[in-house]
């Protein structure tokens, strides 16, 4: 097995009584979508805001291409290359879809302390923000509000900026919430896409796109890692399936 | 026409009205204007500093009037010990309120909403006290300087006309660094900051350092305002660090339309302009400024900018 390009050591995170986050450890190995799913409430969205780096856990460690991130602030795991995009949507809304990719662009271009020349002029800018919206279908919103786009173009725009920075590893967290059918299935094409490109952590409720994207799998139930494998192996599993299915299947 | 047209032309407008204003009022022979319109520009200069931060940054500064305090008596100061070098004065005051605003950033960035309101705040009195109660240099009584701003042979401020051009300057060098500056990656940073900061921060930005230093940047042009203001009245006085100078700065902000470079010189002028005539008719000139205030508020929120927009806008369509 390759060594894995984000790994969880014992991780731990309590909310007073509640153990969020009860000794997970997980593997990302590189080059594979792997999501995380589980029922509401079993600690997916705590486990992505630890990983990002929103969240500091109460105990155990977070590697990143083999270094330990623990402790390193939101931003210092962007610069690494640990990127992730937001479950509600989270976009500049004065900024045009354009200046919204462009300002992810302008993240991991280096300092901006820039004073003088015109950022929105900027071709090192413009032009990789011009092409990802391309690629991504958006080429005739460039110009309109973030704020005036309609909810799927958002989430793309979402995941755009999110590519923006040339992340090796992105955290979706629940890239398909709210959107239509149609749109769902369009976004899980360009998911799918990306496979090989760029590594995906993905959180999400949509079980057919779950298994049409991933490679492997994560099953969280009350904050723990009940079992890890390809799809067809967790399908199989007994303990996810009691999870899933409810005490009666017993 | 596109709002950053209408906002170009403005300013041209404004400038090229600033330029000849000068002359026109020598030959209307109300040398009054020049004077005034000195003191507009100046806190003009104050407004479009504040708005840097305010209207592009999101961060309300409340204690804004202590750089220009600071820039003010960082001149009387100097010139108090006779050292009259408008060099050494106008790079003395622009580097006391740089480093003052790096403190007071450092400190109250750390916070935002209410609390950074209110820390500005605090910051902003107590250099008001501390202006009041050093007697050496007038307390609250204030303090006469001797002498204008010496800067050789280039130039004298001894004429109010020099003075009223060296503001213009000034406001006109304050203008185009802005708009570089707002423009500029470092400005989508500030500005990306104000619209969504916890999206700056997952995106891998350092919002802070930025913000710093564009408060930084804030706090020097202020004090820039100051030193100026101190060669026009001749006079150092605590009051001009007064809470409710602050106040009525950020009033110029919201009057003539935040987050653009010319709204608040609009503002400015909208402000003291009215002040000046309505003090003529009425010593309680205040209670028809402030319903003024706040109906340009409620009716407009971008300010007058706004509102000058908003019909050029219906007059092109009707």
Redesign the interface.
């Known amino acids: 097995m390759p060594e894995a390009l984000l790994a969880t050591r014992q991780l731990r995170k309590r909310f007073g009584g509640l153990v969020a986050t009860d000794d997970v450890s997980v593997e990302i190995l590189p080059g594979e979508i792997h999501a995380v799913i589980g029922p509401n409430g079993a600690g997916k969205t705590t486990l992505i805001a630890q990983l990002?780096g929103d969240l500091q856990p109460d105990s155990g460690a977070i590697l990143f291409a083999g270094q330990d991130v623990t402790g390193l602030?939101?931003?210092?795991r962007?610069?690494r290359g640990l990127?992730?995009s937001?479950q509600i949507t989270?976009?500049?809304?004065?900024?045009s879809a354009l200046?919204n990719v462009?300002?992810?662009v302008?993240?991991?271009a280096g300092h901006?302390?820039?004073?003088?020349?015109?950022?929105?002029r900027?071709p090192a800018?413009r032009e990789p923000a011009e092409t990802l919206l391309a690629e991504l279908g958006l080429s005739a919103r460039l110009g309109v509000a973030a704020g005036n786009l309609s909810h799927s173009e958002k989430r793309t725009l979402e995941i755009a900026?999110v590519l923006a920075?040339k992340p090796r590893l992105v955290l979706l967290d629940e890239p398909l919430a709210g959107m239509a059918p149609e749109d769902s299935r369009r976004m899980v094409q360009r998911l799918a896409a990306l496979k090989g490109k760029v590594t995906i952590l993905l959180i999400e409720h949509d079980m057919d796109a779950v298994f049409a994207l991933a490679d492997r799998l994560t099953v969280l139930v009350y904050g723990r890692a009940i079992a890890t494998g390809t799809p067809d192996v967790v399908r199989a599993n007994e303990a996810v399936q009691r999870a899933y299915f409810g005490d009666e299947a017993e | 026409m596109t709002a950053p047209r209408i906002r170009l032309v403005v300013t041209l407008a404004v400038l090229a009205g600033l330029a000849l204003l000068p002359p026109v009022s020598a030959a209307l022979g109300q040398d009054f204007y020049v004077d005034l319109f000195t003191r507009i520009m100046i806190f003009a200069i104050a407004a479009v500093s504040l708005d840097l931060i305010l209207g592009f940054g999101g961060m309300v500064s409340f204690g804004h009037a202590a750089y220009l305090g600071i820039g003010s008596y960082a001149v009387g100061i100097l010139a108090y010990y006779h050292i009259d070098n408008g060099y050494l004065q106008f790079g003395t005051a622009i580097a006391a309120s740089a480093l003052i605003a790096l403190f007071i950033g450092w400190v109250s960035l750390r916070t935002s909403g209410v609390y950074f309101i209110m820390i500005t705040l605090a910051f902003g009195q107590m250099i008001y006290f501390l202006g009041e109660s050093v007697n050496q240099f007038g307390g609250d009584n204030g303090l006469n300087i001797e002498r204008h701003s010496d800067f050789a042979a280039f130039l004298s401020l001894d004429r109010p006309v020099t003075l009223y051009y060296f503001v213009f300057a000034w406001l006109a060098l304050c203008l185009g660094l802005g708009w570089r500056l707002v423009e500029s990656r470092f400005g989508m940073v500030i500005r990306g900051a104000k619209s969504n900061e916890t999206r700056m921060v997952a995106l891998g930005f350092h919002t802070f350092r930025y913000k710093l230093v564009a408060f930084v940047i804030a706090g020097a042009m202020a004090g820039v305002a100051g030193a100026l203001l101190a060669n026009l009245t001749l006079f150092l006085s605590p009051s001009i660090m007064h809470w409710t100078r602050s106040g009525e700065i950020m009033m110029m902000v919201i009057l003539g339309g935040m987050g653009t470079l010319i709204g608040p010189v609009l503002g400015a002028i909208a402000y003291l302009v009215l002040e000046n005539a309505l003090s003529g008719f009425t010593e309680h000139w205040q209670a028809i400024l402030g319903p003024f205030l706040v109906l340009v508020v409620i009716f407009s929120k971008t300010g007058l900018l706004g509102a000058a927009g908003a019909w050029r806008t219906k007059s092109t369509h009707a």
Do not use: K
């Open positions: 990002a602030t939101a931003a210092d962007v610069r990127a992730r937001f989270n976009v500049f809304r004065e900024f200046d462009s300002l992810a302008q993240a991991s901006s302390f820039h004073f003088w020349r015109s950022a929105r900027d800018l900026m920075s």
